[in-house]
C-alpha cells in the first residue's frame, strides 16, 4: 500500500515517530508530513539536539534519526506542497494516518478546510471513500472536540485516541506509545506483533 502519515502539532510526535519505524517493518510505501506545529512540538518533546533557529529540514533529520529513520526510505513532503500528488484522488493513495491528530487539524478535517497538506490529503481519502484514521491526542475533551470527533467519523474517518491500555503490563514509554501504534496498524489491518494482546502474555 502507499501510506501517508501526517504528523500535526498535537502533543506526542513520539506516536509518529514510532508509527513510521513500525510501517518501515513492512512492505508498504510510506511518506510522511511533518506540519509547522509538529515541527515546534518536536523541539521541545524529543528534546533535538539541533540549535533553536534550525530549519525544519534539520529538525525532521534530528527526529528521523532518533527514531531510527535515517536511511529507512520514508518519504518527506512539505505541509505547503499543495501540488503534491497526494494532494489529488488520482494519486491512488491507498491510506492516511494523521498520527498525533491535534484538536486543531481535527476540526479543519471536519469542516473541510484544506490550509495544508495534511488537511488536503484527508479530505482526499474521505471524498474517495478510502481509509483515513486519526489519532487524536488532547485531554479534557470539550464538546466542540466530541462533535468534530463524530463528524468525522461519520464521514467515514476512523478513529485510534491515543489511549493506551495497561493489561499488557507495560515496562516503558515505548511500550505504551506501541500499544496505541499496533491499534492503528490493526485498523488498516496491517500486520504487527508491536504490542502484546490480550491473553497472549505470559
Not at 476540526?107 to 495544508?116: D, F, M, Q, W
Not at 488498516?188 to 504490542?195: A, G, K, R, T, V
Request: with cysteine; glycine share 8%.
Amino acid at each position: 500500500m502507499k501510506i501517508f502519515v501526517g504528523i500535526s502539532g498535537a502533543s506526542g510526535s513520539i506516536y509518529g515517530g514510532r508509527l513510521l519505524k513500525a510501517l518501515t517493518r513492512t512492505e508498504n510505501e510510506v511518506t510522511a508530513c511533518v506540519s509547522d506545529g509538529a515541527i515546534e512540538v518536536m523541539r521541545y518533546e524529543e528534546r533535538l539536539s539541533v540549535p533553536a533557529s534550525a530549519s525544519r529540514d534539520s529538525v525532521i533529520d534530528d527526529f528521523f534519526e532518533i527514531h531510527g529513520l535515517s536511511g529507512s526510505g520514508v518519504g518527506i513532503v512539505g505541509p505547503e506542497d499543495m501540488a503534491s500528488a497526494f494532494a489529488s484522488g488520482s494519486s491512488m493513495a491507498s491510506a492516511a494516518i494523521i498520527c498525533p491528530c491535534s484538536m486543531s487539524t481535527l476540526a479543519a478535517v471536519a469542516t473541510g478546510i484544506t490550509r495544508n497538506l495534511i488537511h488536503r490529503v484527508a479530505d482526499v481519502m474521505l471524498k474517495e471513500y478510502r481509509p483515513l484514521v486519526l489519532v487524536p491526542r488532547e485531554t479534557p475533551l470539550s464538546e466542540i472536540h466530541l462533535r468534530n470527533m463524530l463528524r468525522v467519523r461519520s464521514a467515514g474517518a476512523l478513529l485510534v485516541p491515543a489511549m493506551p491500555g495497561f493489561y499488557h503490563h507495560p515496562q516503558t514509554v515505548e511500550d505504551l506509545v506501541d500499544f496505541v501504534v499496533g491499534k492503528v496498524l490493526d485498523t488498516l489491518e496491517i500486520n504487527n506483533e508491536i504490542f502484546e494482546r490480550w491473553k497472549e502474555q505470559g
